[in-house]
């Protein structure tokens, strides 16, 4: 097999796919690679793997450089299938290997990939596992470009294995940066753009995370492997996401609570949509002057109304203030409604009505699959008692309706 050196005993043992590959909605003109690591330390590591479609050559092809039963650890930075595809067939083969992962990777991999009977090993941000001879930091870098992800940072080396990020869709058979002519930089800028651009909020925090770190080679799992210049692509990042921050949107969360569930939903979704780098403004109807909420309503990118039910009812002055605003303040906004409730949240559609009545953009469904891609029912946001469990969904649905935002 072709394998190419990235730092001491360090492999480039992936696949470069020059086909037109459809990925995410898309056409990647230039192709791809899927760039999958083979460390040889005392204790032999795969860093990611490849897509799925190749798993079989995949590991055909490693098993000419290593026995894959002498693999101990097996690290996936990140699950989806044009990395973490051809785990299956590796782990098949590398029978005492270990999968080394994020909490919520382990648990995505096992339903999966159905290895539940592996031994799984779950790393947290800055833990480390020594592999003899080279020293594995991870760090956790979520929504980059799912949920689950992290990075691999090699202290011995150097050199960060960062997955998605700082990737570049190009089948390149060159590989590093530096043995290219051409100028990576609007490939990697369009990159940026397309997949990591749009959860740039995660990307300031891993940029946070990765400056202590002293990088000298960026090895991601698509494209250029950045040996020259490394910091250089970091700054990109950091000047990228800087200029959306300034531009950064603003939500007004109003709502009435009988028994403070609903205040802690209001909450839960002011935390969501700060994650997804959207300021709030929340008001308690109980004791907000209803002026100075109009006024928020009118200067927000969006709004977020809740009310709990009683009688079938809104409560408190959430139906004073829908009455109150005026259709040019809300006209086109996205909307949506929320509560807590114990029997049936009737509130939550009297709420929905005014909106649309308002002529507001109804965040729903239907509305959520088509701007975001994300089919899950989050709005209008029903919350049963303020549960934990239902809590924590109402924090991911203020983040998502952050996303709304910033693909308006
Ligand atoms: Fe390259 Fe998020 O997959």
Redesign the pocket.
Known sequence: MKTVQVAANSYWVGKVDDRKVP??RLVLEKG?T?NSYLLLAEKPTVIDTVDISFGKEYVDNLQTVIDPADIQYIVIN?V????AGALPALAARAKNAVIVTTELGAELLKDMFRLHGREFLVVKDNDTLDIGGKTLRFLETPYL??AE?MVTYVEEDRVLYP??QF?THVATYELFNDLVEEDISEDFGLYYQL?MHPHWPYVRKMLEKIRELSIDVIAP??GYILREGAQRFIEMYDVLSAAAMEGAKQVTIAYSSMTGNTGKVAEQLSRGLAAAGVTTSVFNLKQADLEEVKQAVSASNGILIGSSTRYADMVGRVEQLLQGLDTDEVIGKPAAAFGSYGWSGEAISHIEDYLGRLGATVVNRAHLTKATGVDAELFPLRVKFGRSEELARAQEAGRVFGETLRTK
């Open positions: 990925f995410h791809t899927y990140h989806e299938p044009d990395h470009h799912t992800t997955c998605d990737s997949i799992s698509h």
